[in-house]
């Protein structure tokens, strides 16, 4: 097998070419993305109940919904939320489970209740649809010319954009800021009483006269025989101007008097709602929140709707400009590119240190030559499963650089060797040398793939991220085998020279002959007196393990995406004009005083991802490219909060994004503080203000807060129903007059511009304002005659949550929160709980990022133990023998000891990407030890004695090792020295596994032949 390739070299190139072609057109096939799906698929169901308290909403609406959510496949926990007229229910599914399937189990459990949902709430209907939890973007349709308003700028993005951007493949649903025109029929309850009529009977009048009649056609079959055409005939349709409204007759008498809607009412082309307000870099404005659909691409979606927009542009009205506001489609492009770079600069270190060490171009070209083959085969490993070009199969790319030659360094370094020591020809030597080294070969290829190849099981959103780097990685070291058994010697056999006697060295490999002779008498020495080193091992070991679980915990690192959100609230029960006096001030500040800093901003007023109302209110930030500002985006979102603190009544939050989509809406933590047995929600109410006191005292915590809307003043109305029965009153009269006057109720629709749209039904302002204006409106009994509402209805002040939020069924609170400076968010998550844990009657749930964080971390000791007992098994099959394996496992600690000094020093968390940096190092201790282990095991069964053995075969192979070790440093030495956009995730895995690399191999080439001696003595029979 060693000599087939060598005397065929046009086959192995063959191979090689075959690889580099089908890479090629992988690469073409392959989506690009930031991240793979790495969110939790989920499911929303969304109910809308005007006019509605958020009380109401809960208990006819949101709990009779969730008690039918049991038995769904996959659900891991479902949060929901009650405010005023709406209802919220989001799934939250396992990873894995199909949210088309789901979403279907669940719209068959949710008909199931329909029926006994609310007349108003089965009009609207019931929407099931899977999203994921954040925006993707949001499309943003401004007037630059200022001569419209919100509402006419809303009208036409909901009439013109809204329907064609929610075809867009990838597109999960769409949040519109905004509302878009409607007939408005707003009711004079003095004119009504005036005219003994009631708002039921103006909308019984509009539905009458505001209808669509199928009047069918003239001859249509059967007809009679001398038909000779047949013709449509029409009657009404719907009507189309304020005026055909205005003309509809309420009453008439035999007279000919008649009422008409104009006598009873104004009626006018105002808006669906009036709680939206929003402005782009101050123009009006209005947008569509576009959230991505489970396992959709996200920057294929951005892509499509960019592309949609810039179609649609063409025919905007003047001075209508199309914007983006939230979207990161930009980082991730940069975020990539600057891996590809790395992957570059990765490459070129990798060569020179080959260079160095070997001495003359040749010798260099053969490994060189494998990279590219290698790399490219491995896209076609990502294509075959189904994988994407990411940031994470690119940092897997960047890391096996170093892994994937070394095969090939092995195979070249010691043809060298043998061409030099024993004065053999490059054909000779190549086929000696694959004697010696096949078995290392496949050894290390073996230890490397089975320390990554447990990732790949792991389940939910972290083994999705782990499964990347172990296909990646495990693909490249196969491919590199493949290389180095085939390729590799045929090209050593082709490109080498043989060796002249008179040959120079270069400085470098004299000054590396000088440092092998002093390792031979420091090896010896140190086999010598083996206790002294048995107890620095130790004490290395138990350092590694102090500091590694002193390392602050973490899921991934934050990223300046170039992106800032803003939450802002006022108090309970504050108005919309309040709430945009504080959107001005928002806006103000960032166009001012951080014009340096941002580009553009996007402010609304009445609509915030913690609910809306309007009393809150959100801004999204658009920052200046990361090469024309100092800051970056925490430090701006820091600053901002403080500054925007000092707003009168307002409490302000700046927060930057997550590092993964979908997983939470800003980079701290995510919990909900649920109710124990017992305890009602007035109750969890006193217990979350405790927990938000104490976590804002804790200097762990920064920005500890609740989304959920505090307790706000209620006008409730009490009903005597016995009064209003011997008034002669039907209740259902009483109950619709005070719906349609108060809340406003939807009648049906009109044509506007060939769009269909609704008319709404509602008293005048100033018949709503004052809890007295009760008493304008009247009832209209069996008799005929009209009795107010003072003669069987009063009022009094309550007090209750705008919002009420739950969590698998259970009355909840949501909380956020980010760690304080000098802290990790595994630290503040652990702070939360501690606070919690010291409240009676209070319990906790985390979500989001949180949740996959608090999974994570109890995953990897599993993972660190799994890999390593793997590779003892692996090697016990190989060499079949029990005491190799304890040689190799014993350097492992070194490894550990690099890298978690390299990140305990440069402050750096425990997260997964420090797993998968901790996880390399094992693997690269191990092989480190297997080069060596391999030769002196040989040297010693053919006699050689045990020390001497030990001590040469250190000598024959300090040279790969440390050429190997070197090159997989400088791959990964761009990593973590990385700056600009996405650098942290990169300094992350870069700087552990440089720091392990370094200390494995420093380490190690001193006391692998020790533990070699030490190993064969206890274990290894004496005969």
């Not at 199969?393 to 030099?420: C, K, S």
């Not at 658009?622 to 603190?645: C, F, M, Q, Y």
Request: glycine share 6%.
């Amino acid at each position: 097998m060693n000599k087939f390739f060598i005397n065929r070299p046009i086959f192995a190139i063959v191979i090689s070419l075959i690889i580099i072609l089908s890479g090629i057109v992988a690469i073409k096939q392959l989506a690009m993305e930031q991240y793979p799906d790495i969110a939790l698929p989920s499911v929303n169901i969304r109910a809308s109940y005007p006019g509605a308290a958020a009380q109401t909403v809960e208990n006819s609406v949101t709990k009779v919904i969730e008690k039918e959510l049991t038995g769904i496949d996959g659900l891991l926990y479902f949060t929901s939320t009650s405010s005023s007229g709406s209802s919220s229910i989001r799934l939250t599914l396992e990873k894995g489970t199909d949210p088309d399937n789901a979403q279907v189990q669940i719209q068959n459990k949710v008909q199931r209740v329909v029926s006994r949902l609310p007349n108003e709430v089965q009009q609207s209907g019931v929407n099931v649809n899977k999203a994921m939890s954040n925006m993707l973007m949001v499309v943003t349709l401004f007037d630059e010319s200022n001569k419209d308003n919100n509402s006419d700028v809303s009208d036409y993005l909901v009439a013109n954009i809204q329907e064609p951007l929610s075809r867009v493949d990838g597109v999960g649903s769409i949040n519109l800021m905004g509302q878009q025109y409607a007939i408005r029929i707003w009711l004079d309850p003095d004119r009504l009483r005036a005219y003994s009529l009631m708002p039921s009977d103006v909308e019984s009048a509009i539905k009458q006269q505001n209808v669509q009649l199928a009047a069918g056609q003239l001859g249509a079959a059967p007809s009679v025989s001398t038909q000779n055409y047949t013709v449509s005939v029409t009657a009404l349709s719907l009507l189309q101007t304020p005026e055909d409204f205005k003309n509809i007759i309420v009453k008439s008498s035999s007279s000919g008097a008649v009422v008409r809607v104009r006598d009873v009412a104004d009626v006018e082309m105002g808006s669906e709602g009036y709680g939206f307000s929003s402005k782009f870099n101050s123009h009006p404005a209005s947008g569509l929140g576009v959230q991505l659909a489970s396992g959709a691409n996200a920057l294929d979606t951005s892509a499509k709707v960019r592309e949609l927009m810039s179609r649609l542009e063409k025919d905007l009205p003047e001075g209508y400009r199309v914007a983006y506001a939230n979207d990161n489609s930009s980082f991730v492009k940069n975020s990539i590119w600057e891996v590809v770079k790395t992957l570059v600069e990765a490459i070129i270190l990798v060569v020179v240190i080959m260079y160095l060490f070997l001495g003359n171009w040749r010798a260099t070209v053969i490994p060189a030559v494998t990279v590219p083959v290698v790399m490219l085969g491995t896209f076609t490993a990502l294509w075959i499963f189904g994988y994407t070009i990411n940031t994470l199969t690119l940092f897997a790319m960047v890391m096996a650089i170093g892994l994937l030659i070394d095969d090939t360094i092995v195979v070249v370094e010691n043809v060298e060797r043998l061409m030099h020591d024993e004065h053999l020809s490059p054909k000779e030597a190549t086929i000696k040398s694959m004697d010696e080294v096949t078995g290392a070969l496949i050894g290390i290829a073996l230890v490397m793939s089975v320390v990554f190849i447990p990732m790949a099981f792991f389940g939910g959103s972290t083994g999705v991220i782990y499964r990347q780097f172990s296909i990646t990685i495990v693909a490249a070291m196969f491919l590199s085998v493949v290389m180095a058994l085939t390729l590799s010697p045929a090209l050593c056999a082709i490109l080498l020279v043989a060796h002249k006697q008179d040959a120079k060295q270069s400085k470098f490999q004299k000054l590396f002959a000088r440092f092998s002779g002093k390792y031979e008498i420091a090896s010896q020495n140190i086999i010598k007196r083996p206790a002294r080193w048995l107890v620095s091992f130790a004490a290395i070991t138990v350092f590694a393990l102090f500091i590694l679980m002193r390392l602050p915990s973490g899921f991934l690192p934050n990223e300046d995406q170039g992106i800032v959100i803003l939450q802002y609230s006022l108090p309970e029960g504050a108005e919309v004009s309040r709430t945009l006096k504080v959107a001005d001030e928002i806006e103000s500040y960032f166009l001012k005083e951080e014009k340096q800093n941002v580009k553009d901003i996007f402010v609304i007023a009445g609509f915030s991802f913690g609910g809306n109302g309007q009393n809150s209110g959100m801004a999204m930030l658009n920052l200046k490219d990361w090469s024309e500002r100092k800051d970056n985006a925490s430090a701006i979102a820091a600053r901002a909060t403080v500054n925007l603190g000092r707003i009168r009544d307002a409490q302000i939050y700046a927060l930057v994004p997550p590092p993964i989509m979908g997983l939470g809406q800003t980079d701290g933590f995510e919990m909900y503080l649920t109710a124990a047995a017992g305890v009602d929600r007035e109750k969890l109410n006193e217990l979350r203000q405790e927990f938000l006191a104490r976590a804002n005292e804790s200097k762990v915590l920064s920005m500890v807060r609740s989304d959920s809307s505090k307790s706000a003043p209620q006008l409730h109305i009490n009903f005597d129903t016995q009064k209003a029965l011997l008034y002669g009153l039907n209740l259902s009269e009483v109950y619709s007059t005070l719906n349609s006057a108060w809340a406003g109720s939807y009648v049906n629709d009109f044509i506007d511009r060939s769009q269909i749209k609704k008319v709404y039904v509602q008293g005048k302002a100033d018949s709503r304002s004052k809890p007295e204006d009760l008493y304008k409106w009247t009832v209209r009994n069996g008799s005929g005659d009209m009795v107010s509402f003072a003669e069987f209805a009063g009022t009094n002040w309550t007090y209750s949550d705008e919002s009420l939020e739950r969590f698998n069924g259970v009355n909840a609170y949501n909380a956020q929160g980010s760690a304080a400076a000098g802290y990790s968010s595994g630290q503040a998550m652990e702070e939360a709980e501690r606070i919690v844990s010291q409240i009676d009657g209070a319990n906790y749930a985390w979500s989001g990022l949180s949740y996959q964080e608090k999974i994570s971390s109890g995953q990897a000791p599993a993972l660190y133990a799994l890999a390593i007992l793997v590779i003892f098994l692996c090697l016990a099959a190989l060499y079949e023998s029990w005491s190799i394996p304890f040689a190799v496992l014993l350097i492992i600690p070194f490894g550990v000891f690099g890298t978690v000094l390299a990140a305990y020093l440069r402050g750096l968390e425990n997260n997964i990407y420090f797993q998968i940096a901790l996880l390399t190092t094992i693997g690269l201790s191990a092989r480190n030890a297997i080069m060596m282990v391999e030769f002196a095991d040989d040297l010693y069964k053919k006699g050689l004695p045990l020390t001497a053995a030990a001590v040469k075969a250190g000598i024959l192979r300090i040279r790969p090792i440390m050429m190997t070790a070197l090159t997989f440093a400088a791959g990964v030495l761009p990593l973590a020295l990385s700056t600009g956009v996405g650098a942290n995730a990169r300094a992350a895995i870069g700087t552990g596994s440089v720091g392990g690399t370094l200390a494995a191999t420093v380490l190690s080439i001193f006391f692998i032949p020790l533990f070699f001696v030490i190993v064969n003595n206890l274990f290894r029979n004496k005969n």
